[in-house]
Structures are given as structure tokens and as C-alpha cells.
């Protein structure tokens, strides 16, 4: 695989054509001595078929003698020796079928290789090769290779951001699908991120670079899916370590078939070498070798394209096996920033001037819970009083409270009032207490009118996501889902029970999650933990699969989890599961149907097998697996929006 490059330096990958068209020529030479051979042409078919040896046998015979010099055998081998056997006992048609179809298979996972690195170069190719750079008051085009941290740069409507950084002056709006899979109009204003090879809106604006070409998100991103192409999953590292094993294997069995035969039964040599190389041919692991391959590469390939960053595929088989997720609270589940959950008041009571006087109040405290208030107000289309604010105090811990328009306003807990030697109706302080019980901050509203008064209900909002996520992941067999926060015990509760979560853990720093984490996987759970990839490192580290969210702006998922999900949306979480078990289901699939068809092969080889049942048996296998795998990149796919796992 290549290392991350900027556009410059990385080559491309190229399509296997070389392979495509020997195949080609293989697969019609073939048929040209199949086509002489049944008219009594001998001399010719031979021709033919030696001409498709060739063909078929020029890429086998590089990879064998690539692995001798290593000091390994490879299957390509087994199919070289099984072809040439063929040939000398006379049967060059056979041959040719043979070098033929392992040809066929071999261009198919080629290009299944070729069509995933395809995806990746693909966004490697959106981000611009030039900009515009802001130079003594004008402009200048000049390589995106050759600029710094802190240049200026100019992006006009309708193209592409070439680095990462911030907008400086101007607004737009970008189309961050190349990073996350969703095409949806994100809004850009000054100070607010860009990434390099998104697309800019309809406006123009100015970015300052923030971060060296090379260390961009889309180039990090790119290197990561390059290096979990890579690496080798459990099961190919199953297939690895036995394939020299079993193909100095197959190759004594046949030879000793050969022996037995001439030797024992007094057969002819040309009878007996016949049968050891149908036996060679039955008992090549092919199908088996580019089962788990041509699955993963896929499956890594379709999350890709649905904004999911697997970084390996032993994590993407991992996430499989998952029995447990853990959650962190807050910026995961919900959105991480308070919001007016409920307002209530006396049915008597006009809630609108109450809301009125309480966010005037309000908007001259320093509480972080004035902003929640503030934004109540603008929604309902309402301003605060004109007036100025009289007799204006702030009470730590306790809250604020004013003249407005003439009336006393307070705003906070039951101790701000009780220090005022104000007697509190009983339904404000039943409601108060009826929303704390559900996990929300209460801030009373009291004034000097009989009967205007209430209660303000802020939380942090659920994802609108998040419960359809959750049972959508029950319905996939997550067994358990679990909230770990630092949060009070009765927020967590509050919000684990509009989740839908099996359990809930609170008031824990950081340390005490990486703690929770082990007692969950007690018993030999998977555990996976999802956080928003900020604070949470610890525990995304420690779990056996980490998952953070929001990967297009955060530093640390990119760099703790294993798994990252650019959209910041719950949605994708199970669509992982989904795709991780479907890899996992065709991979055992294969497995399944490659050692089936080897048994069946070998033995039917006691049974007078022609070799080119064989071949047709052994290389149709193969190229059934190839398809197999490929299926993931177009499979459609299931729509959990509703919280189910219909599609499975």
C-alpha cells in the first residue's frame, strides 16, 4: 500500500489490465483449441492451447517466483505444476482450462483490490492541485504543495477548500459528503472549520490554513484506510499460516497418488501422473486463500462510502462480535449543549410575558443557562422588554433577579426566593421537582403579579437519532447498552430510560470508565465503547473496539479509535454493526464453501475425476467467493431509521 502522500508524490493505482487482457487472450485461445479439437484438428488445438498456457501463465509464474525467493510456495504454484503436468501427458486443452479460469479469478480479485483503492483515490483526486493565495494585496495561483500554515487563500463559489482551516471573512455553506457521506448544506461562517476537499457553496470566501497539506484530514484519513487495507485480519492470518503447510501438502499427496498408482495399481505413468494432477488441482486452496480478502476489502470500501472509518480489518471483523456497547452521555447520545426541554406555567398564566421577563433577566447573568432561555425566546418570534434593568443582583448558586417594566423578577432555586422571605406556591415547587426527577434543570420564575410565575425545564437534548440507533442495535444483537457518564445519577437515568439503554453508570471521570469497561467485558464480552473522541480517549483506547464520533473535526478520533464515524450521527453506529456482521456472514460463508468444495473435489478424485472437472470445480469456486465478497459493495442497504434490523 501507498503511504500518505500529498497529490504530487502518491502514485495511483493502477487497474489490473495487464491481468484483464492475459485473460483475455487466455480465455480465447482456449476456446480456439477447444473449437479445433472437436473438428480433428490435434496439431492445431495444441498450438492453441500452448499459446493459452502461455498467456495464462505469465502472471502465476511471476507470483511463484516472487514467493520462492522469499522462501515460501504459493498456490500459484500448484496451478503451474498442474497445468504443465497436463501438457505432458498430452492433454493441452485440459491445461488450458485450467491456466484459463485461475486466470479469470485472479483478475476478479484483482480488481476488487484495484475497485477499493479506486474509492479511496477518488477523494484523493477532489482536492484541488492549485489555489488562489492572498499575496500583497492581490492574488496569486500557486500549488497547494507548496503552502504553509497561516496563508490566505481565496475560495470562489463552486470550488473546492484545498486545505484544512478557518474561514477568515465571508459566509457559504459546504458539501462535506466527501468526509462524511452525507451531502447536506453545512452553514460557514467566520471562525467556523473547512476541510480540504469539500466543496465550497455560493459563497467567497477567505481560509486561513490551519494544518500542513500532508497532515490534513482528508490526507489522514486516506493514510489510515491505506494502512487498515493493509493489515491482516484474524482469518487471513488463519488462511497464512497454513498455506505453505498445505501446499507442501497437496503436492507429497499427489505425489504419492502418482507413485501408488504407477508403483501398486500398474497403471500407466501417463494415466497415473493424470490422476496426481487432478488431485493437485482438487486440493488447491484458491477459493479459501481470497475468501476473507475479497469480502473485507469490500466491506471496508461500502463504510467508506457511508462516511464509517474502519482503520483495520480485524476491527471491522471485531465489531461483529460485539455484546456490549457502552455509551458516553454527553456530545454522544445528546447533543451537548442545553436547550429549553419545557416551560411550565398556571393555566391562568401568561407563559409568553413571563418567558419575556425571565430571559431579560436573564440576559445580563453570566449562568451558562441563560443561553438555552435566550434561544427559547428567539423560537417563540419574542423579544425581551425594552427597559432597562433596576436593582439588577446575582446570587451564586442561587440566581438573579431585577425590576422589570416595574415588576420584580426573580430566576433560579428555591434558595433565591426563600432568601427574599417568599412564600412559594406548592405547584411551582411540585412542577420543579417533577422535572428534576426527570433529569432536568429547573430554574423558577417568580414576580411580584399574583399568579405569573412558573418553571423553566433545561437539558441537554437527546440526538434525534438516538433511540431509533439503540433499538436498532438490540434488534442486531447488541445484548447490552450501557451509559457510562460523569453526569448526576438522576440525569443519566432520565436519559437512559428515553433511550432505551439496558444500564447506566454515572459520576465517573475518565479513569473510572476504563474501570467499568473491565467489569463489562468480565465473562469474555466484546465491549465496544462510543464517545465523542474529545474526552473520552481513555476509554475508547481501552474497550475492545473504541468508536468516536465526529471524526471531519476531532484530532483524537482520528488518532484513539478504531473505528470513526465522520457524520457525527448515531444513524451510522448500527449501519457499522450491519456491515461488520454482513462481512463476518459472507466471510464464513466462503470459508464454509471453499473447504466444502475442496473435500467434494478430493473425493471425487477416487472416483475417475476428470481434470477438467476438477478445474471447472476448483476455479468456479474461486470466482463464487470473489462474487461473494464483491456483493457487499452494492448490497442495499437496511434503513434503521425506525430502529429495526428488518434488512438483515
Not at 479469470?104 to 483490490?113: D, Y
Amino acid at each position: 500500500m501507498q503511504s500518505a502522500q500529498p497529490n504530487a508524490t502518491r502514485s495511483q493505482a493502477q487497474p489490473p489490465i495487464a491481468a484483464a487482457v492475459a485473460t483475455a487472450l487466455c480465455a480465447a485461445a482456449t476456446a480456439a483449441a477447444g473449437a479445433f479439437h472437436f473438428s480433428g484438428l490435434p496439431a492445431a488445438a495444441a498450438a492453441a492451447s500452448a499459446a493459452a498456457c502461455l498467456a495464462g501463465g505469465i502472471i502465476p509464474l511471476k507470483n511463484s517466483f516472487t514467493s520462492l525467493r522469499a522462501g515460501s510456495l504459493n498456490v500459484d504454484l500448484l496451478m503451474l505444476l498442474a497445468a504443465g503436468g497436463a501438457a505432458l501427458i498430452g492433454e493441452w486443452l485440459e491445461g488450458s482450462i485450467l491456466l484459463s479460469l485461475f486466470s479469470l479469478s485472479g483478475t476478479l480479485e484483482a480488481f476488487a483490490t484495484w475497485r477499493t483503492a479506486r474509492s479511496i483515490e477518488s477523494l484523493i483526486a477532489l482536492r484541488p492541485a492549485e489555489a488562489a493565495l492572498l499575496r500583497d494585496g492581490g492574488e496569486v495561483i500557486v500549488p497547494v504543495d507548496s503552502l504553509l500554515p497561516g496563508c490566505l487563500l481565496r475560495v470562489r463559489p463552486g470550488e473546492r477548500f484545498p486545505v484544512d482551516g478557518q474561514v477568515s471573512e465571508g459566509t457559504s455553506w459546504a458539501d462535506e459528503s466527501t468526509l462524511t457521506g452525507e451531502s447536506e448544506q453545512i452553514s460557514k461562517t467566520v471562525g467556523d472549520a473547512v476541510f480540504a476537499g469539500t466543496l465550497n457553496g455560493q459563497g467567497s470566501v477567505v481560509v486561513r490554513m490551519t494544518r500542513a497539506v500532508q497532515d490534513t484530514t482528508l490526507e489522514r484519513i486516506v493514510h489510515m484506510v491505506q494502512e487498515a487495507q493493509s493489515r491482516k485480519t484474524p482469518s487471513q492470518r488463519f488462511v497464512e499460516s497454513w498455506q505453505q503447510p498445505y501446499v507442501i501438502g497437496v503436492l507429497t499427496c499427489s505425489m504419492l497418488v502418482f507413485l501408488g498408482s504407477w508403483l501398486l495399481q500398474a497403471d500407466s505413468w501417463q494415466h497415473a501422473f493424470y490422476h496426481a494432477m487432478v488431485l493437485l488441482v482438487a486440493g488447491s486452496p484458491c477459493a479459501v486463500v481470497v475468501g476473507a480478502p475479497a469480502v473485507l476489502l469490500s466491506a471496508i470500501a461500502r463504510a467508506g462510502r457511508q462516511g464509517i472509518l474502519f482503520k483495520g480489518g480485524v476491527f471491522l471483523e471485531q465489531l461483529g462480535q460485539v455484546d456490549v456497547m457502552a455509551f458516553d452521555k454527553t456530545g454522544t447520545v445528546t447533543q451537548g449543549k442545553p436547550a429549553v426541554a419545557e416551560f411550565w406555567t398556571p393555566p391562568a398564566a401568561d407563559a409568553n410575558r413571563l418567558l419575556r421577563l425571565a430571559a431579560a433577566v436573564e440576559d445580563h447573568s453570566e449562568h451558562p443557562l441563560k443561553v438555552p432561555i435566550l434561544a427559547e425566546l428567539a423560537s417563540r418570534q419574542l423579544t425581551a422588554p425594552p427597559g432597562p434593568l433596576v436593582e439588577f443582583h446575582s446570587h451564586t448558586g442561587l440566581g438573579v433577579h431585577a425590576q422589570v417594566e416595574g415588576t420584580w423578577v426573580g430566576v433560579g432555586r428555591e434558595g433565591l426566593f426563600e432568601s427574599h422571605d417568599l412564600q412559594l406556591p406548592a405547584d411551582l415547587i411540585s412542577n420543579a421537582s417533577r422535572m428534576r426527577e426527570q433529569g432536568q434543570t429547573a430554574l423558577l420564575v417568580y414576580t411580584a403579579v399574583p399568579g405569573l410565575y412558573g418553571v423553566v425545564g433545561v437539558a441537554d437534548q437527546l440526538r434525534p437519532e438516538a433511540p431509533a440507533a439503540m433499538q436498532a442495535l438490540h434488534s442486531l444483537g447488541v445484548r447490552r447498552r450501557v451509559i457510562l457518564t460523569g453526569d448526576h445519577e438522576r440525569v443519566a437515568r432520565a436519559v437512559a430510560a428515553r433511550l432505551g439503554a439496558d444500564d447506566v453508570k454515572a459520576g465517573l471521570l475518565p479513569d473510572q470508565k476504563v474501570v467499568q469497561l473491565g467489569l463489562l467485558a468480565a465473562g469474555g464480552n466484546t465491549v465496544a465503547m462510543i464517545g465523542d473522541g474529545v474526552n473520552d480517549a481513555p476509554a475508547l483506547a481501552a474497550a475492545d473496539i473504541g468508536i468516536a464520533m465526529g471524526g471531519a473535526g476531532t484530532d483524537v478520533a482520528l488518532e484513539v479509535a478504531d473505528v470513526v464515524l465522520m457524520r457525527d450521527d448515531l444513524k451510522s453506529l448500527p449501519l457499522a454493526v450491519w456491515i461488520s456482521r454482513q462481512a463476518r456472514r459472507r466471510v464464513r460463508q466462503n470459508m464454509i464453501f471453499a473447504f466444502a468444495m475442496i473435500a467434494a473435489l478430493v473425493i471425487a478424485t477416487f472416483f475417475q475425476l476428470p481434470l477438467w472437472l476438477g478445474v471447472l470445480g476448483h476455479e468456479g469456486s474461486t470466482v463464487l467467493v470473489v462474487l461473494n465478497g464483491l456483493r457487499i459493495l452494492w448490497e442495499p442497504l437496511p434503513d434503521f431509521s425506525a430502529g429495526n434490523a428488518a434488512s438483515r
